[in-house]
Nanobody
Framework: VHLVESGGGLVQPGGSLRLSCAAS????????MSWYRQAPGKERELVAA????????NYADSVKGRFTISRDNAKNTVYLQMNSLKPEDTAVYYC?????????WGQGTQVTVSS
């Protein structure tokens, strides 16, 4: 299992970013995918998750209405569209999948929201 995140960067408050996670080494279309984040000095937290076919999603209360998770099973990629970004969204964002009860993480991508 291999997950590679991209799309992070520095953005001003109110701005937008789109994160991508390219997956390989497993049958991507058969597994739910998730995005987590970890801010300095804080525990890693679930941000959003999506079912294998993309029919159901769920979000942390702190990002509902601002973030959208989606996936393209033809491209083995999951996305996180982040709008109306706030300084408190600053964190390293990780892609996660559990394949046959074994969890796998990407290397993470830094998102910094600052003026």
């Amino acid at each position: 299992v291999h997950l590679v995140e991209s799309g992070g960067g520095l953005v001003q408050p109110g701005g937008s970013l789109r994160l991508s996670c390219a997956a390989s080494g497993f049958t991507f279309s058969s597994y739910a995918m998730s995005w987590y984040r970890q801010a300095p000095g804080k525990e890693r937290e679930l941000v959003a998750a999506i079912t294998s076919a993309g029919g159901m999603t769920n979000y942390a209360d702190s990002v509902k209405g601002r973030f959208t998770i989606s996936r393209d099973n033809a491209k083995n990629t999951v996305y996180l569209q982040m709008n109306s970004l706030k300084p408190e969204d600053t964190a390293v964002y990780y892609c996660y999948v559990s394949v046959r009860l074994k969890g796998a993480w990407g290397q993470g991508t830094q998102v910094t929201v600052s003026s």
